[in-house]
């Protein structure tokens, strides 16, 4: 039946019959079992035609999926998503040293990996996105939680070879920790020599889980490294996390963004003294619609980030709050049982690396990290601890 439920869900809408949605986990387990047999990655949004988008499976995105998974209880179709990423460091076009691209083309994964892209009617020719194609650091933690998740020796392997790529982007620079990773295709791609809190909050956790597996001390070193560096960016005076280090590990990047003061709590042991602050930061500085936007700007609901705070306050035992931003979630649900990343278009504040007159965004479009996350809430379960 799981297969079927997301399809029945919809029909009913459209017919107007009253019939319970889906669980997030439900329509998550039909996206992967309607998907290609063996190992796959899933599109990240999956109904757009044509573009950067089109056909496009962020790791990231897959990544959560694949945690979601296991906290559904699916650990048989979470590990068809982790067998793609291991198909992916075994049979790049190119690389062969441990790094993940940041997207690859949804479906099978083969021999050799398909990256996206899209035809370019301008340029009459096949086209592919710098950044999709270039390995963002936090984006590798992601790929290691996941790994790591399915708990098999195989996977354990995988994650051991993207944590030997991400000590490349270790950085000794005060504050040290690591940089953001490399933006662009074979061979020379460029460096990021900037520093993030989230990617270095997704980092802690995944050598902190690596290192309790694997016993080795140099990834708790590594941990303690990338957990400092996000204490180091704590800002008393807004009660927030800043962004991060600027090129030069000089300036800092005051940016206020949701996930890099949400994530530290779900994630760091050492952000607990300051949830008191966060707390008021989230509900004045990001409170959007019964929601929660990405930015100070409050421009629109980001579901991903809404159900992300949702988690949290779940795990917090704030029920009412927590309820409350499922609520506003639901409402960007579609038809189908999957989750809109916005309620309009939603901008981050942060340059869009591919077109730097532009700012990053999201859309009004059905994605699949809001459904991961839902999945999340839904069952209480810490992506960055991979236990409930």
Not at 64 to 71: E, F, N, R, S, Y
Not at 233 to 246: L, Q, R, T, V
Request: proline residues 5%.
């Amino acid at each position: 039946m799981r297969n079927t439920a997301a399809a029945l869900f919809a029909f009913a809408a459209m017919m107007g019959v009253a019939q319970a949605a889906p669980s997030a986990c439900e329509v998550l387990q039909s996206a992967v079992t309607q998907s290609p047999p063996g190992p796959v990655f899933l599109p990240s949004f999956p109904r757009e035609k044509d573009g950067p988008l089109y056909n496009t499976a962020f790791l990231y995105d897959n990544a959560v999926a694949t945690i979601a998974l296991v906290g559904c209880g699916d650990e048989k179709d979470a590990a068809r998503i982790g067998d793609a990423m291991l198909v992916a460091l075994d049979h790049d076009r190119y690389w062969h040293d441990g790094r993940l691209r940041n997207g690859y083309a949804a479906g099978h994964a083969g021999n050799p990996v398909k990256l996206a892209g899209w035809w370019d009617r301008k340029q009459n020719r096949w086209v592919e996105d710098r950044y999709q194609v270039g390995s963002d650091s936090g984006n590798m933690a992601w790929a290691m939680l996941a790994l790591l998740a399915l708990k098999e020796a195989k996977y354990r392997s995988g994650a051991i070879r993207i944590a030997h790529w991400v000590d490349t982007q270790f950085d000794a620079r005060a504050p040290q920790g690591f940089t953001g990773g490399t933006f662009g295709d074979q061979p020379k791609p460029e460096l990021n020599r900037w520093k993030s809190t989230e990617h270095n909050t997704d980092l802690a956790a995944a050598f902190t889980q690596l290192a309790g597996v694997t016993k080795d001390t140099h990834w708790r070193d590594r941990a303690k490294t990338a957990s400092a560096f996000v204490a180091a960016m704590w800002n008393e005076k807004c009660g927030c996390f800043d962004a991060g280090m600027a090129e030069d590990s000089k300036a800092r990047n005051t940016t206020l963004a949701l996930d890099a003061q949400i994530w530290p709590l779900l994630a760091l042991p050492q952000a607990k003294p300051h949830a008191a602050a966060l707390m008021e930061t989230l509900r004045r500085r990001f409170g959007s619609g019964g929601g929660m936007a990405y930015s100070a700007q409050k421009d629109g609901i980001w579901t991903e980030g809404t159900l992300q705070a949702a988690l949290l306050m779940k795990l917090l035992g704030k029920s009412a709050q927590a309820n409350a931003l499922m609520a506003a979630a639901e409402k960007n649900r579609a038809p189908d049982g999957w989750y809109r990343a916005s309620d309009r278009k939603t901008s981050t504040g942060f340059d869009l690396q591919t077109d730097l007159k532009q700012h990053r965004a999201y859309f009004p479009i059905p994605a699949l990290a809001p459904l991961a996350w839902a999945a999340l809430a839904e069952k209480n379960f810490n992506p960055f601890a991979a236990s409930p």
